[in-house]
């Protein structure tokens, strides 16, 4: 078999790079084939909190996610296929008590604003009449996305791979890449247990499992992969409204010195006629914690917001699922202290998924070296960092766009360049780029 180009992993990085690809290639004579060795969603994706913010540090990542939303947002409509989007906003919580965090956060939305994101910085009275129930102290200070929110992850993969087949990909579940064929510095081919499909380009986006596909033809990269913990508790019981109107369209009002009850009306909590979701997503700087409400599942999912005490993952295909007592104890007294109802609502589920980790936090995206220089036709997107999931349409653009010899639009190259960790001194983004 013969390929236009060849994408490793049917997550969400490699689902929407697929989808990208095709759009751009004649299925004829360049077909697009993705291949994934179990099923769609099987890695990080499928357990991803999938929150949608643009609440980031570098201004960079925040504009991605900006446009990411921005496909995420309209992508019922413009595709009529269904991804859960929930209109619930995000909120970003720092506190005064914080040396430096407060005046921090404030930066960031003030960044944010001049790129065009509709954020604002709310102080803990306004926050109380936007999540009521919410504990805060007078230190509170929150950035607050009205049109952020989340989405299905795996009904997000499943949509953007079928994309990629309307434009006449072939997607080839169950097949594994065992072997990139390199000869004389050039890709030639990716070997499955069928054979060789030959190709003069391919993308690894195999998550987890990036580096040991690269090592095996003499490739390092900095990748480490680690465990987090999720735990989930049952979404509050008299919080669940009927269902909603399957439109997020809604006026906003104006973005300075809104009234009470203007804020209030902005969370609309609606879940695309799965409900409405009962408060905010959560990303609690100041408890080190992130929460979510999933209206597909009825449960409310809670993280931490670092991976310091993350264990390693030597092998990705042995991973151990257990969670611990501890975590779980932590999650629900956490997330209580915020939202004191959920001392009360039963556990939901528990599980461990997997972050892949670069030095600085940030995914490493673009050609690859080897030992002898550059491989040409080889391309990877990986180390996302435990934030990746809101960047795929920019991420599926702007690889297609590289693959393709085409002006990189999506994002500046040079900030996610595999190349750039030889560089003495190593910028560092905060966990999940915050
Ligand atoms: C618990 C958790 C919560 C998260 N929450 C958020 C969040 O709220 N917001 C956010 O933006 N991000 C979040 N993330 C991060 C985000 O989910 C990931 O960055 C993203 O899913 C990575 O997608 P991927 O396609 O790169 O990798 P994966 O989803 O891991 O996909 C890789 C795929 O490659 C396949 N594969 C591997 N090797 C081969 C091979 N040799 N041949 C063929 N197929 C192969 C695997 O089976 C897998 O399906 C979270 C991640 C986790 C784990």
């Known amino acids: 078999m013969r390929a236009g180009v060849v994408v490793v992993g049917g997550g969400v990085m490699g689902a929407s790079i697929a989808w990208q690809l095709a759009r751009r290639l004649d299925p004829h004579t360049d077909p697009v084939v993705l291949l994934e060795k179990k099923e769609l969603a099987a890695g990080s994706s499928g357990k991803s909190g999938a929150i949608l913010r643009q609440f980031y540090g570098d201004r960079e990542v925040a504009a991605m996610a900006r446009d990411s939303l921005r496909v995420f947002r309209s992508f019922e409509n413009t595709t009529g296929r269904s991804i ?61 996305e009205p049109d952020a929110g989340a989405v299905d992850p795996v009904l997000t993969v499943q949509a953007f791979a079928a994309l990629a087949r309307e434009h006449g990909a072939v997607t080839r579940i169950g097949a594994c890449a065992e072997e990139l064929v390199v000869e004389r510095g050039r890709l030639r081919g990716v070997r499955t247990q069928d054979g060789v499909i030959e190709c003069e380009r391919a993308v690894v986006a195999a998550g987890p499992w990036t580096r040991p596909i690269f090592e095996r033809i003499g490739v390092e990269l900095p990748l480490r992969v680690v465990r987090p913990e999720q735990h989930f508790l049952a979404l509050p019981g008299g919080a669940l409204g009927a269902p909603g109107p399957t439109s997020t369209s809604r006026t906003l009002a104006a973005l300075t010195q809104p009234r009470e009850e203007e804020l209030f009306a ?37 993280g931490r917001l670092d991976y310091d005490t993350d264990a390693d993952v030597p092998d990705p295909d042995r991973v151990d699922e257990r969670v611990s007592a501890e975590f779980q104890a932590w999650a629900r007294a956490t997330l209580s202290m915020r939202l004191p109802r959920y001392a009360q609502e039963p556990d939901a589920d528990s599980f461990v998924g997997m972050y892949t ?7 490493v995206l673009g050609p690859v070296e080897g030992r002898d220089g550059p491989i040409e036709g080889l391309f990877v997107a990986s180390g996302f960092s435990g934030h990746g999931f809101k960047l795929a349409p920019s991420i599926g653009e702007g690889l297609a766009q590289m693959v393709l010899g085409e002006p990189v639009s999506a994002f500046d190259p040079a900030f996610f360049a595999p190349s750039r960790f030889r560089a003495a001194a190593v910028r560092r983004s905060g966990a999940f780029g915050l």
């Open 84 to 144: 859960a989007f929930m209109h619930s906003g995000v909120l970003t919580l720092g506190s005064r008590a914080k040396p430096g965090e407060a005046e921090r956060v404030a930066a960031i939305v003030a960044m944010m604003r001049t790129i065009g994101i509709e954020v604002e910085l709310i102080d803990a009275s306004r926050l109380r009449v936007l999540v009521p129930g919410i504990v805060a102290s007078d230190d509170t200070v929150a950035a607050w």
């Open 266 to 302: 902005r969370f609309d909590g609606d879940g695309n006629g799965l409900g409405r979701a009962p408060h905010p997503v959560l990303l609690d700087l100041e408890h080190g914690l992130y929460s979510r409400c999933d209206l597909v599942t009825r449960r409310t999912r809670v």
């Open 357 to 363: 980790l670069t030095p600085d936090a940030q995914a």
